[in-house]
């Protein structure tokens, strides 16, 4: 639990620095400093060490070094992690849901069990068994997915701003 909330806090301080880098040295001495108001932040510096490795390990975050200082900075990898792992109530709403409407054949069992997962991962919230809708903007990456996957005969992702009122 620890490690997820202070993955998280790191990942947000990145995200909201001024141009998604900081100074470790800085960050370390004391992360208060970059306004995070989220998990306590006065962990061991070999705690925050150990999180820091296991965030690069994963791509979400790179190491630079510039003037002899090591600057962190938010990867691409890390923005889409925190942009899928918001809330609705997170991200600011558009006006439009993202519906997913699938029937993947028995024999792809395992692929259709794929898609639920992302979309659970994504933050979608389960309507029927094959329905599926968000309110956050991934109507691209949910077309790629499918793509990936091979099973656009069977998926349909479409955008609504009709809440039937």
């Known amino acids: 639990m620890v490690k997820d909330k202070l993955k998280d806090a790191i990942l947000v301080v990145l995200e909201t620095a001024v141009d998604g880098s900081v100074v470790l040295a800085d960050f370390m001495d004391n ?13 061991p510096k070999s705690t925050l ?3 820091i490795a296991r965030l690069r390990k994963k791509g979400f975050i790179e190491k630079e070094i510039n003037e002899s200082k090591v600057i962190l900075k938010l990867t691409e990898a890390g ?11 997170q991200i600011e709403w558009d006006g ?16 259709r069990n794929i898609l639920r997962r992302r979309l659970k991962e994504w933050g979608f919230n389960q ?3 094959s329905v599926w809708a968000s309110k ?3 109507t691209d990456h949910l077309r790629n997915l499918v793509k990936q996957l091979g099973v656009e005969k069977w998926v349909i992702v479409m955008e609504s701003n009709n809440t039937g009122k």
Do not use: C, T
């Open 31 to 43: 992360p208060r400093r970059f306004g995070h108001e989220g998990p306590r932040m006065d962990y």
């Open 49 to 51: 060490a150990a999180a």
């Open 79 to 89: 923005r889409d992690w925190l942009f899928f792992n918001k809330s609705d109530d």
């Open 96 to 111: 439009l849901w993202r519906i997913v409407i699938f029937d993947v054949p028995e024999k792809h069992r395992r692929v």
């Open 127 to 129: 309507w029927q068994k």
């Open 136 to 138: 956050k903007p991934l």
